[in-house]
């Protein structure tokens, strides 16, 4: 992709889907921003999953500027406002969507004339095998495609806030003993890691 000057970005992409399957996500999903018939669905079954969900929603960003040294950036921003209110305003360009029928292939304009060529998943697909849904997604990113859908799913997967030992309160909730508990309490946790 090229940055709002035109210079072409070298990098080689790094795919998030590759990376939660990889880590271990039992919730593994990529959809697009403007096919809401499918994300939305995605969302509510991320959130109802007990293990660790993933989503990856491609967003065409239309306003981003977030870079050292750029006077458009959210720290240079933070540190410079004035502000009596806050008011956001942003140009408005139309919203980009797109109808994919399952198994089907689309090409995607982009507000700067780039293409997402977005594949959805057979209506066949069997999501509860990470060797195979990574080899898949694999095999559809050497053709340029981005796989959209249910990508893996653990059927059996346990639940996320008891094997992180998460707090039952919210988190805002808690004063700083409680998220600040010392240098000895670091300790112990560290040392339950070794």
Request: aromatic share 6%; hydrophobic share 40%.
């Amino acid at each position: 992709s090229k940055s709002k000057k035109g210079v072409v970005n070298t990098d080689n992409p790094i795919d998030l889907v590759s990376m939660a399957l990889q880590l271990g996500a039992t919730f593994v999903a990529r959809s697009f921003s403007g096919d809401k018939a499918q994300l939305v669905p995605l969302i509510k079954a991320a959130i109802g999953h007990g293990g660790a969900a993933f989503i990856d929603v491609i967003s065409p960003c239309v306003t981003f500027n977030n870079h050292a040294g750029s006077t458009r950036s959210y720290d240079w921003v933070r540190e410079h406002n004035e502000a009596v209110s806050r008011i956001d305003f942003i140009t408005g360009r139309d919203e980009i969507t797109a109808t994919i029928a399952p198994g089907e292939v689309v090409d995607v304009e982009q507000h700067d004339g780039t293409i997402l060529r977005l594949r959805k998943l057979h209506t066949d697909y069997d999501p509860t095998d990470r060797v195979a849904a990574m080899a898949y997604m694999q095999a559809h990113a050497a053709q340029g495609e981005l796989v959209t859908g249910l990508l893996y799913l653990e059927g059996e997967a346990g639940d996320l806030h008891a094997a992180q030992h998460t707090s039952a309160r919210p988190l805002n909730s808690l004063d700083t003993a409680d998220l600040c508990p010392g240098a000895a309490a670091l300790e112990r946790l560290n040392a339950g890691w070794r």
